[in-house]
C-alpha cells in the first residue's frame, strides 16, 4: 500500500514509524514531513492547505490511504475535497471538524445535550463584553473563538486583565474576531482522552497528560506542549463511563442530528472536577506530544485502524496496547515559543544509541548536506515506555543529557505528578 501523511510535526513522525512498521506498507509519503520522516519516508514538500497540488500528488501516485495529522486543512475541508475524487482519508469532515474549528459551535453542542462545560457567555462586541464582566467572577477564562494554536486563551484574575484579552482578541490578534466566549474557571486536574472513531463504532484511544506551560512546575507562557505522559493518573472505569455517557456519545448523537457523523481520531481535553468530567475543548486530532507518547504502545497495526475507519469496520477489529508506562519530553529551540533562532545545528543525534523502549521523533528539523538543524520551535521529542514513569524519565533525560545540545531547551519535571519524588 502506498500511504501519505499530511503535516510535519512530532505527531506525523511517530504515525509515519508505526505505519512503517506495518506489513501493509510499502512506501510512505509525508507532505511535508521533517528530517526523522525521511529515514522511512519519502517527504513531498507541497503546502498542505493546497488541496488541489495535494490532490494532483495523491491522484498521480496512485495514493490508496491519506491520513490528516494537523487541524488546519481538517477545519478547512480537505476530507469532504478528497473523498469527492473517491480518496481515502483518515480524518473528520468539515461540519465535524468544528468541534475544534470553533469553539462556540462546540459550547453550543453542550448547550443543547447537556454536556458537562464551563458555564459560558458569547459576546460579539467589545463593549458587550466589558459590560459582561461588571458581573464576572475571577479568575475568568477568555477564548477567541477560532483556532489559534492554543493560544487564544487567556486565564483574567481581574477585571483589567480581562479587558487586555477583550481588547486583543478583538483587534484581531487570533484573526478576524466576530464574537469571544467568556467562561468560568473550572478548579481540578486535566486529562486528554482519545477516541478513533469510523462514524458507526468507537474505540477507546488511551490517555494522557500533557505539559502545556513552557516552564518547571507548570508555570509560563502556553506552549503546543513540552512534554505528556500515559496514561493519565486520574482514569478510571467509573471514570471512563462517564466520559463516554455524559461527554462523548452525546456530541456523536449531536453530530448524527445534523446528519453527519465522526471518522478520524478525537481528542477530548477535561478538565476532572471532584471525580466528574467537564469538557474544556475538542481536537479533532491526535494531540502533540500526546501522539507520540501513545502510539509506542499500540500493538494493534496502525494501518488495520486508519483503513477500519476509512470502511466502517471498526468493530470488527480489536485495540491492543502495551500495559507500560510512556512519557515523552519534547526539547525545544531556546526562546519558544516567543522568537528563537533558526537553522542552529543539532550534532551529536546519531552518536544516540537507542534500545527497543527508547524512541526519537522529529518536529521543527530539516536535514541539508547530511548536517541536522532546528527549524521550529519544538524541535524533537524523546519518549521512552517502561514499567514505571520514573525510569522513563530518567533514561530520557540521560538521553537529553548526552545530546548536549546548546540551542535547545527541555523541561526536566515532565510527570512530576506521578513521579515521586
Ligand atoms: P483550550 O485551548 O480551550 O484547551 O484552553 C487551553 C488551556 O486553558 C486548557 O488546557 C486549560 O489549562 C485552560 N482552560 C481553558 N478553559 C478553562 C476553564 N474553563 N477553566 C480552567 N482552565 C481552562
Ligand atoms: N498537546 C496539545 C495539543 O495537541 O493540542
Redesign the pocket.
Known sequence: MKIAILGSGG?EHAIAASISKSSKKENIYCIPGNAGTLEIAINIDLDINNFEAIHKFLDENKIDLVVIGPEQPLVNGIVDYLEKFNIKVFGPNKIASQLEGSKIFTKKLCEDYNIPTAKFAVLENKLDAKKFLENSKYPNVIKADNLAS?KGVYICNNENESNVAIEEIFNGKFGVAKNILIEEFLEGEEM?YFIVSDGKTIKNFETAQ?H?RVLEGDKGKNT??MG?YSPSRLITKELEEKILNKIIQPTLLGLSKMNTNYKGFL?A?LMIVKDEPYLIEY?V??????CQTILPKLETDLVDIFLACCDETLDKIELNWSKKKSLCVVICSKGYPDGFKKNEEIENLENLKLTEDEYIFHAGTLKKNKKLYAVGGRVLNFVVTSENFSEAKNKILFNLDKLNWQGGFYRKDIGYRVIDK
Open positions: 505527531r492554543g486528554s500533557d502545556k503546543g506542549g505528556a481528542y481535553g481536537n486530532r491526535m494531540g502533540d506530544p500526546e
